[in-house]
């Protein structure tokens, strides 16, 4: 493993980067199979096997937080409250939920059963499905790999997890934090990019929670389609914004410009573009401005509140969006320093790749519409996001808008919050994913609901059995 300080990064870092350093393809059958393994002896169902290693997870957060905060900022120039707030206290918050609460979720539902079935008594056990795979991406790497980790533990699993190879130093600070603080073969890393990852979904896993791009959740979906196994896909989506003219728009300026900021729109749940009514886009964009100004000011390239991109082809695709719109605000680029201001733009073309492309950057599209019914017709003319986000003072408008449309998830008057609060199940829907993580969401996914039916044998009613005589079919047919 090499280490060098980066030569871009304005702090001093302990950590400096760090090069991946990919798994063997010749080791990763054993890696999967000392999970099974360890699965199959039973280590890691029992309830204070489960806590144990939550909390074990949450030390890798807890102990490892300044590593792992300086190697988001070596991979994203990740502001350190903002990867503290997003990776580090959003995930350990997740832990305790569960640990808060796994018991009551372990326990047998009791279910009651029809007469026919008397007596005897009904219930769904949660057991483990066994071995589960977490591949993670790059922009939240941290939150992204250890919240479904922490899901698949709760519910008694072994778990293997693949961090992005295109954050490598959070990938090998959390490898050596999971492995110090972890049993190896209860939970593993597998380390590498596309080959290692073939390599990894070639293994029979018994459940898949794959977090990323729509392309290569059909790549996961096929090879988990070779061995039957259940997926969880966790993708992106064009998360639009919409400002009816009632809305508070000062307000709604300042929580977009946040939403869509926040790790320089590397955000899969940031508001990609905005759809406002016509009557207050003014209003709306000189709102926008100023909370841009206020919050990085005259220069966003001097704060050491805004975030980098990730590499030079991510650079590339966003820079390509600058020149598809009038740049109302920013438009500033420095490729030396992977930097793109924080941007707005209007008078885009409906068919420009800006508007058809998941942005998934500092890039702010604003799309005038006559009102809120224009705005519904938008969205549902396109593929059902992974968040909508919706502004108005009316709760007859937000109804309207929430009965009218399908998204993942939502939040009224403000964006990206509903991610945050544990107990609201996190996934997409149609091409922005299937399934959902996060609290119970988290522990069921992860879970097999089995279901019991136990009867005693001191009573054994003979009408249920052959031959069917004129009196017992009488019986049947009344009580079936
Ligand atoms: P990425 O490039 O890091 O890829 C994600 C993972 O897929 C990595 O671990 C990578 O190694 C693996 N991978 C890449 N190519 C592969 C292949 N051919 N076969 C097998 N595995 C492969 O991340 P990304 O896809 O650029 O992430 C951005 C996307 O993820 C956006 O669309 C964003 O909206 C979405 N996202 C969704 C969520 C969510 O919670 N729903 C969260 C974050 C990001």
């Excluded at 009218?404 to 939040?411: D, E, K, N, P």
Aim: aromatic share 6%.
């Amino acid at each position: 493993m090499s280490s060098h300080a980066p030569e871009s990064s304005p702090t001093a870092s302990t950590v400096g980067h760090l090069d991946l350093v990919p798994t063997s393809t010749g080791d990763i059958p054993g890696l999967v199979a000392a999970a099974r393994a360890a699965f199959d002896r039973g280590v890691t169902r029992p309830y204070q096997a489960r806590i144990a290693r939550l909390q074990a997870l949450r030390s890798v957060l807890v102990e490892g937080e300044a590593e792992l905060l300086e190697a988001l900022h070596v991979d994203l120039r990740k502001p350190d409250i903002e990867g503290w707030a997003t990776d580090i206290a959003v995930t350990v918050s997740e832990i305790d939920f569960m640990v808060k609460r796994l018991k009551r979720w372990m326990r047998p539902e009791r279910i009651r059963l029809p007469l026919t079935s008397m007596p005897g008594r009904g219930r769904v056990i949660r057991e483990p499905l066994g071995v589960a795979l977490v591949i993670a991406p790059w922009n939240y790497p941290v939150q992204l790999m250890i919240g479904p980790m922490a899901a698949a533990i709760a519910a008694g699993n072994a778990v293997v997890g693949k961090p992005s190879e295109l954050a490598p130093t959070v990938a090998t600070v959390l490898e050596r934090l999971i492995n110090r603080h972890l049993p190896g073969d209860e939970v593993g890393i597998v380390q590498g990019g596309v080959d290692e990852t073939t390599v990894l979904l070639d293994q029979r896993f018994d459940h898949i929670l794959y977090t990323g791009n729509g392309r290569v959740a059909r790549v996961v979906m096929e090879a988990a389609a070779k061995h039957l196994t259940p997926v969880t896909l966790e993708l992106g989506g064009k998360s639009p914004a919409i400002i009816a003219a009632d809305a508070d728009v000062a307000t709604t300026a300042k929580r977009i410009a946040w939403g869509k900021f926040l790790n320089a729109g590397q955000t899969c749940i940031a508001p990609d573009h905005v759809l406002v009514d016509r009557r207050v886009e003014t209003e709306f964009t000189e709102a926008l401005v100023a909370a841009i100004t206020e919050f990085y000011g005259s220069d966003p390239s001097q704060s050491p509140d805004y975030a980098r991109i990730v590499n030079a082809g991510h650079f590339r695709r966003l820079e390509k969006y600058l020149s598809e719109g009038r740049v109302l605000h920013g438009g500033q680029t420095d490729a030396d320093d992977l930097y793109i201001a924080p941007t707005v733009i209007t008078g885009v073309e409906a068919n420009a790749a800006v508007m058809s492309d998941e942005i998934f950057g500092p890039v702010l599209p604003i799309i005038p519409v006559e009102d809120v019914d224009g705005a519904i017709d938008h969205v549902n003319a396109n593929d059902k996001p992974l968040a909508l986000y919706v502004f108005s003072r009316s709760r007859a408008t937000t109804d309207k808008v929430l009965s009218r449309t399908s998204s993942g998830g939502a939040c009224v008057n403000h964006v990206v919050y509903h991610v945050a609060a544990p107990a609201l199940p996190f996934g997409g829907v149609g091409p922005s994913g299937m399934g959902a993580y996060h609290g119970r969401a988290g522990f069921e996914t992860f879970s097999h609901r089995r279901s019991v039916l136990s009867k005693p044998t001191a009573i054994d009613p003979p009408v249920a059995y052959p031959p069917f005589t004129e009196s017992k079919k009488r019986l049947i047919r009344r009580f079936l």
